[in-house]
C-alpha cells in the first residue's frame, strides 16, 4: 500500500483526526512536516484542524 491508500484505509475508520502524539503534534502537522500536500488535503477534507499547535507551539503550517 502507498500512503494515501494506508491514510483512506485508516480514515474509513473514522479516527481522532485532531489526535496528538507524545510531542502534541497531530497527523497533519507531520504529512507538513515531510511536504505531503495530497495527505495534508486529506486530512484537512477529514476535519483536521490547522489552529492546534504542538507543545513547541508550532502549527501545521509554520512546521510545513
Same mark, same amino acid.
Given at each position: 500500500l502507498n #500512503?494515501? *491508500? %494506508?491514510?483512506?484505509s485508516l480514515l474509513a475508520s473514522h479516527p481522532d483526526i485532531n489526535a496528538r502524539d507524545r %510531542? #502534541? *503534534?497531530t497527523a497533519v502537522m507531520w504529512a507538513a512536516a515531510r511536504g505531503n500536500t495530497e495527505i495534508c488535503n486529506m486530512l484537512l477534507q *477529514?476535519? *483536521?484542524r490547522t489552529d492546534y499547535s504542538n507543545y513547541g507551539g508550532l502549527t501545521a503550517a509554520a512546521i510545513a
Open positions: #500512503g494515501t *491508500a %494506508v491514510v483512506e %510531542v #502534541g *503534534a *477529514a476535519g *483536521a
